[in-house]
């Protein structure tokens, strides 16, 4: 069975700093999917970045980009030039490819300070 | 853009009692999921369901449970007989597709329903 964690259970920065949220997972399998998804304080939860095991470049939206280091199962998050409207919850995902299920981890709840 | 929605936001309801949660899901999605996540825990995989029946649940899922497309639209989850441990907030996903396709396999998430088993 999978397994995701995330290690800060809480994380506070001030408005333009750039943070990293950690991510780890355990898994057997050789193909699968790894995301983030926020989750406002109005609850929806959004999917901000993906990325596939087999592509060896990190991926990049915006100011939000990811350190995929598939050998040693890690998947951090790293927020650019960090906004108030970045403060949500932060939950890393996997998927099995092939599979439905996305496994999560507990959340890191990010609180960016003006 | 498309979202998904869920009804109501937060339902109340006595132990032993049914309650049914709607999702409406992106119109052309052909996957949908239901989501669990109890206070200060983790989001729990509930089910899977594509083309008109389940495909994949987890072991939370027991016979208490049961899901229903009953239109082209609306996407149910019915709890027959509420137990206190079902106070959670139940979370509606849906997606094109499960399989590998480019960006098929993404779940889109509802707002979620706050169900308070009293």
């Known amino acids: 069975a999978q397994t995701v964690t995330q290690s800060q259970p809480e994380m506070s920065v001030q408005e333009a700093e750039t943070v990293t949220l950690s991510c780890t997972y355990d898994?057997?399998?050789?193909?699968?999917?790894l995301f983030w998804y926020k989750q406002p304080p109005s609850r929806q939860m959004i999917l901000v970045i993906r990325?596939?095991?087999?592509?060896?470049q990190n991926a990049t939206e915006n100011r939000f980009s990811v350190n995929f280091q598939k050998a040693a199962k890690s998947f951090s998050l790293k927020i650019s030039d960090s906004q108030l409207g970045d403060t949500a919850m932060y939950f890393c995902a996997f998927m099995k490819r092939g599979a439905q299920k996305l496994v999560f981890g507990q959340g890191t709840r990010l609180t960016i300070n003006p | 853009e498309p979202e998904v929605t869920q009804t109501p936001s937060h339902q109340v309801t006595q132990m032993g009692q049914e309650v049914i949660l709607r999702c409406v899901p992106i119109?052309?999605?052909?996957?949908f999921y239901w989501y669990r996540q109890i206070l200060g825990q983790k989001v729990e995989f509930l089910v899977s369901f594509y083309n008109n029946e389940i495909s994949e649940k987890s072991e939370i899922f027991d016979d208490q449970f049961s899901v229903e497309r009953p239109d082209g639209s609306n996407f149910t989850l019915k709890i027959r007989s509420t137990k206190l441990e079902d106070s959670a907030m139940y979370f509606c996903a849906s997606s094109y597709s499960g399989t590998s396709g480019r960006l098929g396999y993404e779940q889109y998430f509802g707002p979620g329903t706050r169900l308070t088993v009293t």
């Open positions: 119109s052309n999605h052909l996957y």
């Open positions: 898994t057997s399998e050789s193909n699968y999917y």
């Open positions: 990325q596939e095991a087999y592509k060896q």
